[in-house]
C-alpha cells in the first residue's frame, strides 16, 4: 500500500464505503466521462469506474501512478502522471463535449485547482471537490456572513455552489487536522466577467472595516462615482463589501467600468 506523504499534501479516503456514498452524490450517467485530479490510492476512482464512467485520472506521485494501473489498469481508466497546473490540454477527454471533474484535492493546493477550474468551466459538467471545510463555507457564503469576501462572489458569479457533504477527520488516512466538505460546483455558462470585475472585488474586501467608498478609491475608482452607483442600486452609501450579493457586485462593477 503507497503511504501518504505530507510533503504532497495527501489525505486520502479510509473507506471503499465512503467513496461509494460520495460518488453516489453526483449526477452520473453509464458512459459519461470524467477527470480525476489526485486519485491517490483509487477509491474514488474505482467508484467512477464502477458506475460505468470513464475516468482520466491526473496523478503527480507516481507511487500513485503506479498503484492506480496495477489495480485498476484494466478498466475504462486512463492514468496521466502530470501537475493539473501545467498538464497539455489535448490530455484531457473533454473534445466530445463537457465532462465531470472530481477530486479529494491537497487542502495547499485548493486555491490554485479552484482557479484553473474555473477558467476551464465551460467544459464541464459540474465540478465535485473534496475540500477543507473552511473554504467550502467561504466558497458557499451568503452576503453578511462573516466567511463571505471575495472568493465567495467570484465562484458564485461563475458557479451554483453547493455543499453536499461534511466529513470528521476520522474520514481520511492519515487524518487531516482540519473538518472537510464535499463541494459541488455547476458551470453558470452565461456568466460573463465584465472587465475589472476580479480586480474590483479583490479591493473591496481587502480593507473590510471601510466602506465599500472608500475601499474602492484606495484602488483607483472615483469616490463620488461609487458613492452615486451604490445609490442607484439602492444601497446604503457606507455599504461595506461584505453587504452586497453577487448580483449586486456583478450590477456594480457594469455601472462603474475600470478603475480609472
Known sequence: MVRATKRLGQHWLASTRLANDLVALIDLSEGDRA???????????????????????????????????????HRQLKVVRADIREIDEELLPWQSGPVHLVGNLPYNLSGPILRWTATHRERLKDAHFMLQQEV??????????????????????????DILKRLSPGAFRPPPKVRSAFLCLRPLRETSLPPGARRMVRAGFAQRRKTLSRALAAAGWNKARVGEALSQLGLRPDARAEMLSPAEWTALVELLGPAE
Not at 503506479?66 to 485498476?72: R, Y
Not at 463555507?137 to 465562484?155: F, H, K, N, P, W
Open 136 to 161: 467550502a463555507d467561504r466558497i458557499t457564503a451568503a452576503e453578511g456572513s462573516r466567511v463571505y469576501g471575495a472568493l465567495s462572489v467570484q465562484m458564485q458569479w461563475q458557479f451554483e455552489v
Open 35 to 73: 477527470i480525476e485530479i489526485g486519485p491517490g490510492t483509487g477509491l474514488l476512482t474505482a467508484a467512477l469506474l464502477d458506475r460505468g464512467v470513464q475516468v482520466t485520472a491526473i496523478e503527480v506521485d507516481p507511487r500513485c501512478a503506479d498503484h492506480l494501473e496495477a489495480e485498476l489498469g
